[in-house]
């Protein structure tokens, strides 16, 4: 397994990180355990704010429904990045951990009346239009409420982008924003501009994820600078702000290239400085909104082994005590991790198992091949690369109680999010009265 961010090797052989002992971790606060390693999280907003906010005066939004909880909000708002929510209990979080509500962006393909209404409230500094029923419901609603919502229009501007490649595709099949090729785009612009209560500042599309070809990105941004310079010629409105979403790809597993972060910048402002040039258009203020690549390293999942079972010929079995409910990205999109023993890390591998979890699917697997010293019950494993997607997508299958999530930082480790206990799970069940006495059902032809 690749040591990433502030995990080292320790003296007792043990894997640590952020100088502390992933043992001792999982004794003090138990498995299965998310890790978020806090140094390596600021160290990439630091690249982020360097390559983009210092050098290009971009607009940086983490996106945070690749992890969120309050505690994660205050080291976004510290670092001096923008926050991008999806839905209202994301904005509720946010609001409650006391984020500056200007710095929120307010996304959604299917925003519901009171979500916009709560955005209006908290004076969220953008709101990104998805579609036509959205177009009305926000106008009227910002015009009952007095106020004028600062927008940008979601496109589909016909470019999907993939690992290594992108696809141009002229009519984009996807459910997200208006598409630009059959000029829906350009027609919301101007359904936009007809109504008073809302300010249309910019663009804003989002071509995919895990992306390590930085010119998908630059060629998406001239794709977009060509819909800007569409929009000035036939409404004469000068697009003021560009968002070119999310996206930037960061390793997993062998194989996987990641790009540098200044060289995504330079992929971006490059092509947009260009086609503002050959369109004769101010560039417009740019902006991003990166989730996986600035949390996704910085997480490491911790488990105990358990139960083994060996199929001769065929594969060994490794079952851990989490799982798909706390990390289904393996079950969702065949996603590959890394991962080791943090108590024996000095121990040269012996053994390729696969690692399953404790649901009952047989999809629920974690790492199919995995070459591992000889593997214990009571071993515990870390599976790295695992803070983005994993807490934000977990859930209570089968029952299970979600992991905690500590924060580690020299040599500290603080509890971010409690582990959740049975009573957590029923917290929300009900009992109708007429279910409450026993009334056992008479069997008749029971001898
Ligand atoms: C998911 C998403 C992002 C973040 O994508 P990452 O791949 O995590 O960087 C940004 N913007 C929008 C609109 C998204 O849907």
Redesign the pocket.
């Known amino acids: 397994m690749k040591l990433r961010g502030t995990m080292k090797v320790n003296l007792a052989g043990h894997l640590e990180i952020g100088g502390y002992d992933a043992v001792q971790l999982a004794r003090d606060f138990g498995t299965p355990l998310y890790v978020m390693d806090e140094a390596m999280i600021r160290e990439i907003c630091g690249q982020y704010r360097a390559s983009f906010i210092m050098k290009h005066h971009a607009e940086v939004f983490y996106?945070s429904?690749?992890f969120l909880t309050m505690a994660m909000c205050r080291i976004i708002e510290q670092e001096g990045l923008g926050l991008?929510v999806?839905s209202g209990g994301e904005l509720y979080t946010a609001i409650k951990a006391k984020f500056p509500p200007g710095r929120i962006c307010f996304?959604g393909n299917n925003k519901q009346l009171d979500e916009l209404r709560l955005a209006l409230e908290y004076g969220v500094g953008r709101i990104?239009v998805d579609n036509y029923r959205e177009i009305e419901m926000l106008g009227s609603l910002a015009e009952q409420m007095g106020r004028t919502a600062e927008v940008l229009l979601r496109v589909s501007p016909g470019v999907e982008a993939h690992t290594h490649e992108y696809i141009k595709t002229g009519q984009i099949d996807s459910k997200f924003g208006f598409t630009v090729p059959n000029g829906q785009a350009l027609d919301a612009v101007k359904r936009c501009l007809a109504v008073k209560s809302l300010e249309l500042r910019g663009i804003?599309c989002?071509i995919g994820?895990?992306v390590f070809e930085m010119e998908s990105f630059g060629y998406t941004a001239g794709i977009m600078m060509e819909l800007a310079r569409d929009i000035y010629r036939e409404t004469g409105l000068e697009i003021k702000e560009l968002n070119l979403?999310?996206?930037?790809g960061i390793y997993y597993a062998e194989g996987d290239e990641p790009s540098r972060i200044e060289k995504y910048a330079e992929a971006v402002t490059d092509a947009i400085a260009r086609k503002a040039g050959e369109y004769g258009l101010k560039p417009p203020r740019l902006m991003i909104?990166?989730?996986?690549?600035i949390v996704g390293e910085a997480g490491t999942t911790l488990y105990t082994v358990g139960s083994t079972k060996e199929i001769p010929g065929v594969r060994k079995y490794v079952a851990v005590d989490g799982g798909m409910s706390d990390n289904p990205r393996h079950a969702l999109y065949q996603a590959r991790y890394e991962a080791c023993l943090a108590n024996r890390m000095n121990s040269p591998a012996e053994e390729k198992v696969a690692i399953t979890g404790k649901c009952c699917e047989s999809g629920d697997m974690l790492i199919w091949d995995l070459p591992l010293p000889k593997v214990e019950a009571g071993d515990i494993l870390a599976v790295a690369c695992t803070g983005?997607?994993n807490y934000s997508m977990s859930m209570n299958y089968n029952r299970l109680c979600r992991p905690a999530v500590v924060l580690v930082q020299d040599g500290a480790a603080e509890v971010i999010v409690e582990r959740e206990n049975y009573e957590d799970l029923l917290r929300n069940d009900r009992i109708p009265k007429r279910l409450r006495q026993a009334k056992p059902v008479r069997l008749a032809s029971r001898r």
Request: proline content about 5%; glycine content about 18%.
């Open positions: 996106a429904k690749a991008d999806v996304h990104v804003h989002h994820s895990q979403g999310g996206g930037f909104e990166p989730g996986r690549s983005a997607y």
